[in-house]
């Protein structure tokens, strides 16, 4: 959600210039544009959610600071999310497959291998927290 400013008229052109840069680094594996603006309709409260997934030995932290970094250049706005989504929780792991635009797909086989993994933890999960909560509901705490 936009915090400070709203995002260039051109974001949507922008954005094709973020996923070369996103293809040229060798630590990125894959990526996606997720959130409302993969759909392609910038709303006023919009800002930009990207995932990636990196190498193993990458360094995440730099990673994720160097990307920043260079998307906020290449889309003039500060305002974005990165996601790593090596790290990231499986509810948000599930909501980036649900509703996104690939960018950058180097490694098609690991991209497929987890999607299929985190689909089935996330099903198995939600199968669990569905039943917690109904038991918490029912019990009224």
Do not use: C, W
């Not at 997934?53 to 500060?78: C, F, G, M, P, R």
């Amino acid at each position: 959600m936009i915090r400070h400013t709203k995002l260039p008229k051109d974001i949507l052109g922008r954005i094709d210039r973020a996923a070369n840069y996103l293809e040229k680094r060798n630590d990125v594996y894959f990526a996606y544009l997720f959130g409302g603006l993969s759909k392609g309709e910038p709303k006023p409260l919009s800002d930009v959610d990207i995932a990636v997934y990196l190498s193993e030995n990458a360094d995440s932290i730099q990673a994720k600071s160097e990307i920043v970094e260079k998307l906020v250049d290449i889309l003039l706005t500060d305002e974005i999310d990165v996601v790593i989504l090596n790290q990231s929780s499986l509810p948000l792991s599930m909501n980036v497959l649900k509703h996104n635009r690939l960018l950058v797909d180097k490694k098609p086989f690991l991209r497929h291998a987890y999607q299929s993994l985190i689909t089935r933890k996330y099903f198995d999960y939600h199968h669990l927290e569905s039943n917690i909560l109904k038991r918490r509901f029912y019990h009224g705490r």
